[in-house]
């Protein structure tokens, strides 16, 4: 399977609906969990991360969440606005020869209806 | 401080040409990476670097070569273009690799179409 998998890869909401966007990750020395943002024709940018020694972190509408027991962490939006429609990535480092490299999944396109 | 640099934005090849994508960044980091974005099958690692001088292949290589002579560069040449090489290509970089708050920074992105 793959070192980091995704789900799922379309996510279609309300506005003001919360969203969830999960994913698992293969390697369990990884201890660094971004995501990225990535909006029609732009490039991917950081949104928020986590450290393998924190359960779970907030910035304004946005969390989260890391089970190292389970591998997988997750994305959470609360109150969705249209301008949260986006492909959203998470990223693992997984051991590549003798580096940790950065992996993503495969994406998320999440739309927020008006 | 611009960042990471990708040119160019559009280009247009014909089957069997080569060309360069250019890739330059200014913020002293070491690892540096090229990416390809293709509809559905998320970023897909083509090549990296963990520092000058060393560069190693990732998920989808074939076809392409890197080189990393100095810190601030890597480009990605395209040996001999394929129509399956239409996509679009991301530079990336970030201080070291994917330890905590390696935050990875990307270009702008480069629109590639092989006819």
């Known amino acids: 399977g793959e070192n980091v998998e995704q789900h799922p890869s379309t996510l279609s909401v309300q506005e003001g609906d919360s969203a969830v966007i999960k994913c698992t990750y293969s390697?369990?020395?990884?201890?660094?969990f971004p995501w990225y943002k990535q909006e029609l024709g732009k490039r991917p940018q950081l949104i928020i991360d986590?450290?393998?020694?924190?359960g779970e972190k907030k910035d304004q509408r946005i969390a989260v969440t890391l089970n190292k027991t389970a591998k997988h962490f997750s994305l959470h939006i609360t109150e969705t606005q249209p301008e949260d429609s986006a492909v959203y990535f998470c990223?693992?480092?997984?051991?590549?020869?003798?580096?940790?490299?950065?992996?993503f999944g495969r994406g998320t396109s999440l739309i927020v209806h008006p | 401080n611009a960042g990471v640099t990708q040119t160019p934005k559009f280009q247009v090849l014909k089957t069997g040409q080569s060309m360069t994508l250019q890739c330059a960044q200014d913020?002293?980091?070491?690892?540096m990476s090229w990416y390809r974005q293709d509809p559905g099958m998320g970023l897909r690692l083509i090549h990296y670097?963990?520092?000058?001088?060393?560069?190693d292949q990732g998920e989808v290589p074939n076809g392409y070569n890197v080189s990393r002579s100095t810190t601030e560069d890597f480009p990605l040449r395209l040996l001999s273009a394929a129509p399956s090489q239409t996509s679009v290509y991301f530079c990336?970089?970030?201080?070291?690799?994917?330890?905590?708050?390696?935050?990875?920074?990307f270009g702008e992105g480069s629109w590639l179409t092989v006819v």
């Open positions: 990336a970089s970030s201080l070291s690799t994917g330890g905590p708050g390696n935050t990875i920074y």
């Open positions: 913020m002293n980091h070491e690892y």
């Open positions: 390697d369990s020395a990884s201890n660094y």
């Open positions: 990223a693992a480092s997984i051991r590549t020869g003798g580096s940790y490299i950065p992996t």
């Open positions: 986590i450290r393998s020694n924190v």
């Open positions: 670097s963990v520092g000058a001088g060393i560069t």
